[in-house]
């Protein structure tokens, strides 16, 4: 990967190190405790990578790593409430509130896929906060997982060893694709959810 920057080179390594085991740990701790820097979606491509043979169970592991840590942060915030949402901006938390009440699990759902900038952790810990009740909260999330780490996954078996050079290079269009993907999934959802509430209503 000669193209890659030094940083990114021995990123890479320290990553490929962690194993199985490593990524399940950034997972857990990237969405059930802190924002991991360079946390599970590039250590999910760096793996399938290296390994395509194994990428079934570097899929697995990172989005049950990620489900159980998403729970465990959601859990905490039913039970605190309100008091979990005092470090968010009051416009932030708005946004949320409004999103989990008129579109339920799409909201988590959507979120999961989301790539960074998007608050996922304001997402997760506002489902908790305003009662989302857990089967909806699961049923956005584990779907969600699974896609998001199968496509990055892909990413790094399709790209072979370019694929974190491309992460690194053209970091800005690839979000700015996915950006654009998750805008038409969201076109589509909410137009089935106002035509089934318009069937509903006749």
């Known amino acids: 990967m ?7 080179l021995e990123l890479r390594t320290f990553l490929l190190a962690l194993g199985l085991p490593g990524l399940a740990v950034v997972a857990f701790v990237d969405s059930g405790l802190i924002g991991v820097p360079a946390g599970p979606d590039a250590l999910v491509m760096l793996l399938a990578w290296r390994d395509p043979s194994r990428a079934v169970f570097v899929v697995t592991t990172a989005a049950l790593g990620a489900i159980v840590g998403g729970f465990v942060r959601y859990g905490v915030a039913r039970k605190a409430g309100k008091l979990a949402l005092k470090r968010f901006d009051p416009e932030g938390l708005e946004w949320a509130r409004r999103a989990i009440d008129r579109y339920g699990m799409w909201s988590v759902f959507l979120a999961c896929l989301a790539p960074p900038p998007f608050p996922l952790s304001l997402m997760i810990i506002a489902a908790g906060a305003f009662q989302m009740r857990p089967g909806q909260f699961l049923l956005g999330t584990i779907p969600g997982r699974f896609i998001r780490y199968g496509v990055l996954a892909y990413a790094g078996i ?13 970091l800005p269009e690839i979000l700015g694709v996915f950006g654009v993907s998750m805008a038409i999934v969201t076109f589509f959802v909410l137009r089935h959810q106002r035509e089934k509430r318009g069937g509903e209503s006749v």
Request: zero cysteines; aromatic letters at 10%; hydrophobic letters at 60%.
């Open 2 to 8: 000669p193209d890659a920057p030094a940083w990114l």
């Open 158 to 170: 399709r790209f072979g060893n370019k694929a974190a050079a491309i992460l690194a290079a053209h």
